[in-house]
């Protein structure tokens, strides 16, 4: 399987995560892209540095006002006179986050701090000196892998970080900023018809949801941890099935916490047969490892050769596809889990 990566993806390295009223140290550590390019170096694969493509796919998925907070804040921050170290949020506007409300309008203030609460959901979205580097280079490997599965590739995996799908089109979240899924199935739309985007990540990939959740030509299906108590919390749910043109073509099929391989076997097999319903031209399937076992914020049970199961009914959908990374913070075990996914893919 072909695949690409940017070294600049490592430059993000966030300082601070807020878990359970505590500021505590952050899971999307540089070294998860170590681990998983060790798993590729495995399986006898390099992969290509993706070219810069410019904000054409990031504007085609997120407004034009988030987009420029992203790039600017950290400049912004560093003048402010008084600072903590990353740009990071002290307020949160009142907001419904129903998946049918499109983005707002722009932030009313003026001010940073205004609008670090508008443009920064949650507490686990620091912006550092380099994130929004590693952020853009995030989206070219997404741009890139789409751009080779447009040109004929069967298979290309995205090696993604910072992840996107909880980046709505106004918002950041959960260790997301762009969101590289939706960038990627947005892209693809001008070669493919069809597309059906499949997230395995252990948490309801919202963002993705969003920014599709009035579209027929892109069915959204996410398969994660009940949302009841479980991040994102306000959305995940099996009643969220569209919105106006797009009703029908979401599907959320959350698993109970302490669900092992099999029910994640079952929920891909119900996946699996709603794509081929839908008659998708070409699929992204948004990767996470954080179903793990032994995911240090994760509530399932899935072992490393589980991701194997995935690769291979993924493969039997038998559609051009992109796989695009998302979580998955057991630094220990998520090469093995990627290694697995390719293992199913392509068996020896
Ligand atoms: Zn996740």
Not at 3 to 20: E, G, I, K, V
Not at 112 to 140: E, F, H, N, T
Request: proline share 7%; glycine share 10%.
């Amino acid at each position: 399987m072909r695949a690409f990566y940017h070294p600049d993806q490592s430059l993000h390295d966030p300082l601070q995560y807020m878990r359970f009223g505590q500021i505590v140290a952050p899971k999307d550590i540089p070294e998860r892209t170590q681990k998983l390019l060790g798993a590729l170096k495995t399986r006898g694969v390099t992969p290509d540095q993706p070219a810069p493509h410019g904000s054409a796919a990031a504007r085609a998925v997120h407004t034009a006002d988030y987009l420029r907070f992203l790039e600017t804040c950290w400049d912004r921050w560093a003048h402010l006179p008084e600072r903590g170290p990353e740009v990071w949020p002290n307020t949160f506007p009142y907001w419904s986050g129903r998946p049918e409300e499109r983005a707002r309008p722009a932030c009313p203030a003026e001010g940073l701090i205004g609008q670090a609460g508008w443009y920064l959901g949650d507490l686990s979205v620091p912006m550092g000196p380099k994130s929004w580097l590693s952020i853009v280079r995030s989206c070219d490997t997404a741009v890139s892998g789409a751009d080779a599965v447009a040109a004929g590739e069967r298979a290309v995996y995205a090696l993604c970080r910072p992840s996107g799908h909880h980046a709505r089109a106004d918002r950041a979240s959960g260790f997301c900023y762009i969101n590289n899924t939706a960038a990627a199935a947005q892209r693809l739309t001008s070669r493919f018809g069809k597309i059906a985007v499949l997230d395995v990540d252990a948490h309801h990939g919202d963002g993705t949801q969003q920014i599709f959740y009035t579209r027929d030509d892109v069915l959204t299906i996410s398969i994660h941890a009940d949302p009841v108590n479980y991040y994102p919390f306000y959305t995940g749910y099996a009643a969220e099935r569209g919105h106006g043109a797009g009703r029908g073509f979401n599907l959320n099929l959350p698993l109970a916490h302490g669900a092992a391989g099999d029910a994640m076997t079952k929920a891909v097999d119900d996946a699996s047969a709603a794509i081929r319903t839908f008659g998708a031209d070409a699929l992204v399937v948004a990767l996470g490892y954080d179903a793990h076992a032994l995911d240090p914020i994760g509530v399932l049970k899935l072992e490393a050769h589980d991701f194997a199961t995935i690769g291979a009914q993924v493969r039997a959908l038998d559609l051009p596809t992109l796989v695009v990374q998302e979580g998955g913070y057991a630094v220990d075990v998520i090469g093995d889990c990627l290694a697995a996914f390719l293992d199913g893919w392509n068996p020896a």
